[in-house]
């Protein structure tokens, strides 16, 4: 049974709690007011470039005294070292932040064979002490996005293909769920193993519409959130042009994207054909800057032919990755934007590149939530 995913998330979670913790007014997937009602256009803040550092708060310096605050102002965030009765005391906000990465030599060449020692993760230009590691296959948590405008009725046949081979070659212990959008977001198949389930999802898939990416990408990291099971999550987004009906941004959804730290997103951008060189040009930086910012690829293949293969890159790709732990040298309840940096050196290789993503926003978990102390959510 194909549903719009405002229904799905009314049954799961409440749809009324999602918009009121979405930052900046991008729809979940298909929620529209009454007709009645009407609509009034979406105004978000300003959003500074995505390769500036957001946050203008240094590191804290367990040596540097404690300011007295300004009246009528609130107390300073405590430091790691504090003294109360007369005695010293250590404070450590353990916060976690995992990384999943792939590397790659001059020529493009995964490289599969890196130990612990090999990598160095900078957080704001602060090198960083990696706590966990591991080479790999992980279980995800998949969603594929498939644009279901009318453009694409003629790519649905090695679309739909493309994306079962995907889930065939993933780990069997990966749960995927798909969505269809075009000016709206349906789901299709929620989260399941089940390859003949995903199949029947596909063949409720009907070709219609404009193409609203950034609502469907924001309301699925959303979903993710709420729903998998996995904590290595990943989004694949099939499309064959530039975004013409979301009420989201471009920035809005990749920050929503960061506040939830995650997921990794693939796009496959099917940008031949009938597409003009200035769309498939806007559309392609959009593709690449989901994908940079998140820690993915675009790929662009130059015929259904490719896309096929490309799904089958993609499956190694997240198979195959490096998962990298370290404990923030910042306070996370400093907040702001924290810059991620890694870089990888070996014996026999020159001039590594790492593919992970560029930052984050840490999450701050509510006293008493869950069990969870306060500030120690992984990111």
């Given at each position: 049974?194909?549903?719009?995913?405002?229904?799905?998330?009314?049954?799961?979670?409440?749809?009324?709690?999602?918009?009121?913790?979405?930052?900046?007014?991008?729809?979940?997937?298909?929620?529209?007011?009454?007709?009645?009602?009407?609509?009034?256009?979406?105004?978000?803040?300003?959003?500074?470039?995505?390769?500036?550092?957001?946050?203008?708060?240094?590191?804290?310096?367990?040596?540097?005294?404690?300011?007295?605050?300004?009246s009528?102002?609130?107390?300073?965030?405590?430091?790691?070292?504090?003294?109360?009765?007369?005695?010293?005391?250590?404070?450590?906000?353990?916060?976690?932040?995992?990384?999943?990465?792939?590397?790659?030599?001059?020529?493009?060449?995964?490289?599969?064979?890196?130990?612990?020692?090999?990598?160095?993760?900078?957080e704001?230009?602060?090198?960083?002490?990696?706590?966990?590691?591991?080479?790999?296959?992980?279980p995800?948590?998949?969603?594929?996005?498939?644009?279901?405008?009318?453009?694409?009725?003629?790519?649905?046949?090695?679309?739909?293909?493309?994306?079962?081979?995907?889930?065939?070659?993933?780990?069997?212990?990966?749960?995927?769920?798909?969505?269809?959008?075009s000016?709206?977001?349906?789901?299709?198949?929620?989260?399941?193993?089940?390859?003949?389930?995903?199949?029947?999802?596909?063949?409720?898939?009907?070709?219609?519409?404009?193409?609203?990416?950034?609502?469907?990408?924001?309301a699925?990291?959303?979903?993710?959130?709420?729903?998998?099971?996995?904590?290595?999550?990943?989004?694949?987004?099939?499309?064959?042009?530039?975004d013409?009906a979301?009420?989201?941004?471009?920035?809005?959804?990749?920050?929503?994207?960061?506040?939830?730290?995650?997921?990794?997103?693939?796009?496959i951008?099917?940008?031949?054909?009938?597409?003009?060189?200035?769309?498939?040009?806007?559309?392609?930086?959009?593709?690449?800057?989901?994908?940079?910012?998140?820690?993915?690829?675009?790929?662009?293949?130059?015929?259904?032919?490719?896309?096929?293969?490309?799904?089958?890159?993609?499956?190694?790709d997240?198979?195959?990755?490096?998962?990298?732990?370290?404990?923030?040298?910042?306070?996370?309840?400093?907040?702001?934007?924290?810059?991620?940096?890694?870089?990888?050196?070996?014996?026999?290789?020159?001039?590594?590149?790492?593919?992970?993503?560029?930052?984050?926003?840490?999450?701050?978990?509510?006293?008493?939530?869950?069990?969870?102390?306060?500030?120690?959510?992984?990111?």
């Amino acid at each position: 049974m194909r549903l719009r995913i405002s229904q799905k998330f009314s049954q799961r979670s409440g749809l009324a709690c999602f918009a009121a913790t979405l930052v900046f007014a991008a729809p979940a997937f298909g929620s529209q007011p009454p007709p009645q009602a009407g609509r009034s256009p979406v105004s978000a803040p300003v959003q500074p470039p995505l390769d500036v550092d957001r946050d203008p708060v240094p590191s804290p310096d367990p040596d540097a005294p404690a300011a007295a605050p300004e009246s009528g102002q609130p107390a300073p965030v405590p430091g790691p070292i504090g003294r109360s009765n007369g005695r010293y005391t250590l404070r450590e906000d353990a916060y976690e932040v995992r990384l999943n990465a792939s590397v790659f030599d001059q020529s493009g060449r995964s490289i599969q064979t890196l130990g612990r020692d090999a990598f160095t993760v900078y957080e704001d230009g602060v090198r960083q002490t990696i706590a966990g590691f591991s080479h790999e296959d992980l279980p995800v948590s998949l969603g594929i996005l498939i644009d279901s405008s009318g453009s694409m009725y003629d790519k649905r046949a090695a679309v739909d293909q493309a994306s079962i081979d995907l889930v065939k070659l993933s780990n069997r212990q990966d749960e995927a769920f798909l969505v269809d959008f075009s000016t709206e977001a349906f789901i299709d198949q929620d989260f399941t193993s089940d390859i003949s389930k995903l199949e029947q999802g596909l063949s409720y898939v009907k070709s219609s519409g404009g193409t609203a990416i950034y609502d469907a990408v924001v309301a699925s990291a959303d979903y993710l959130a709420k729903n998998a099971k996995r904590p290595k999550q990943v989004l694949l987004i099939v499309t064959d042009g530039e975004d013409n009906a979301s009420s989201a941004t471009l920035e809005q959804a990749i920050r929503r994207i960061q506040d939830l730290d995650g997921p990794v997103i693939y796009s496959i951008g099917l940008l031949f054909g009938d597409t003009s060189k200035s769309e498939a040009r806007h559309a392609r930086r959009v593709l690449e800057t989901l994908s940079q910012e998140t820690g993915g690829q675009a790929y662009f293949p130059r015929s259904l032919k490719e896309v096929d293969p490309i799904a089958k890159e993609v499956a190694n790709d997240i198979r195959t990755q490096y998962t990298i732990a370290y404990h923030s040298t910042k306070a996370p309840q400093l907040g702001g934007y924290r810059q991620i940096h890694v870089e990888a050196r070996d014996k026999g290789f020159s001039h590594l590149v790492v593919r992970t993503r560029s930052g984050y926003f840490p999450r701050l978990s509510k006293p008493g939530a869950a069990g969870q102390p306060d500030g120690n959510q992984n990111p």
